[in-house]
């Protein structure tokens, strides 16, 4: 499926902004940890974060919430902009038909909006090379590019929208008790705004939906 090509409004979180920003030392150093890192086999969920309301950076509305997604062709579409080596290779271990949660962050109250599918796996992040763009890399080179981005198609809203101080009372309860959410990445790798999530994980927080609050 070829991509969706739209104006890049995808956010950098507090982490990537700090990678990409940080001295040259330390980007050598967090490329080469970043690396090594992939995604385990048993992660085949995702949890993918972006900005519903509008910021503005050089002028430009980062802002793209899930119902900016449904609004696209198809409802889908290209999740460009980040700039974060973990982050990137978590996309990179995406795989067609797996499901993402989309979270909203950065906003009066975080949480998962909804849920949507991997439609195209990792290629080139094209926002990379466009001088305009709010995400451009100099550093970056056609021949080498550094990032890489994934085409994702909305599948539905969720039953209610699910808020990061509910899921942070499950996290802390489920430390205690051995429950599914003790080692989720929202907690543990907070700044990443591409998280892997376990089948366990997955579940647990659909079940939330049919739960009261």
Known sequence: MPPTRRRSKRKLNSGEAAETESPAKKKVESKKNAEKSSAPSEFSHW???SEPESRFENGIDVKFGIEDLKALPNQTGCWDGVRNYQARNF???MKEGQLAFFYHSNCKVPGIAGVIKIVKEAYVDHTQFDKKDVHYDASSRPENPKWSMVDVQFQRMMKRFIPLAELKEHHLEHRASGGPLKDMA??????????????EEFDFVLSLEDQQP
């Open 47 to 49: 949890l993918m974060k």
């Open 186 to 199: 929202l907690f543990t790798r907070a700044r990443l705004s591409v998280q892997p999530l376990t089948s």
């Open 91 to 93: 996309m990179r271990n």
